[in-house]
């Protein structure tokens, strides 16, 4: 289980920081990330990074280059996106994900998801 926190109601430009921690039954995770949906649309990916010791790669959306920065700590099964400068079009449900085996930037990819978190960003 992976429980994803942070989100809520801000401005344009403003920042937020979202977090997602495993819970319950553990797992090693290989890699983490996050994909966001807004309402209508398809879930889409976000950013994602591996958290394994073995590796170091990052994907990034270029919807939120710049703007977005992952971290996690592979301890502790967790992730964070730091969202800063804001736009309305990042009114989502953000998701986090994680994988066992593999990276990507496709639902198909992870294993397993949390339950998401509204960012709702007003203009």
């Known amino acids: 289980q992976l429980q994803a926190s942070g989100g809520g109601l801000v401005q344009a430009g403003d920042s937020l920081r979202l977090s997602c921690a495993a819970s319950?039954?553990?797992?090693?995770?290989?890699?983490m990330g996050w994909f966001r949906q807004a309402p209508g649309k398809e879930r889409e990916f976000v950013s994602a990074?591996?958290?394994?010791?073995?590796?170091?790669?990052?994907y990034k959306a270029d919807s939120v280059k710049g703007r977005f920065t992952i971290s996690g700590d592979g301890a502790k099964n967790t992730v964070y996106l730091q969202m800063n400068s804001l736009k309305p079009e990042d009114t989502a449900v953000y998701y986090c994900?994680?994988?066992?085996?593999?990276?990507?930037?496709?639902?198909?990819?992870?294993?397993?998801w949390g339950q998401g978190t509204l960012v709702t960003v007003s203009s």
């Open positions: 994900a994680a994988s066992t085996s593999s990276i990507g930037v496709h639902t198909y990819d992870y294993d397993y």
């Open positions: 319950g039954r553990p797992f090693s995770s290989y890699a």
């Open positions: 990074m591996t958290i394994s010791w073995r590796s170091s790669i990052t």
